[in-house]
């Protein structure tokens, strides 16, 4: 099944289908395969309304993972800030593509069983993002 893409800004992923197979890629090398998952793409006014309605958290934010997998088949919705993945990328000086990636594959290792509450549990999880990110092989 394929991953299904929504947007709520102008932007746009540049080829779905590319972003499509790296994700299933990415859920593959965990042991994972892909059900029905969703990207959805905002503005930080969207994403924070999400993050106050859902999770109480009246604040800003670059990605928030809702999780209806079960077992080893991920479902579920990733819902993503892109004005906020925009300032991360000046922020951490690296290219808002390789931050977009950062981020698509923070939410999927949500979904996957990763956390990021504890200092190992973050190290883990960039260990992981940084090892995902390698996967995407895309001409630029």
Known sequence: MPVEFIYNT???????SDFNDWIKEIAISEGFSVGNLN???????????????????????????FNES???????????????????????????????LRVMAHGLLHLMGFDDKTDLERIAMQNAENIKIKMFHVEQ
């Open 39 to 65: 990207y959805a793409f905002f503005d930080d006014e969207g994403l924070k309304a999400l993050n106050n309605k859902f999770l109480n958290h009246d604040y800003y934010t670059d990605v928030i993972s």
């Open 70 to 100: 079960k077992g080893f088949v991920i479902n579920g919705d990733i819902a993503i800030s892109v004005e906020r993945v925009k300032e991360n990328s000046t922020k951490y000086n690296t290219f808002f593509e390789k931050e977009m």
């Open 10 to 16: 102008k932007f746009r992923l540049k080829n779905e």
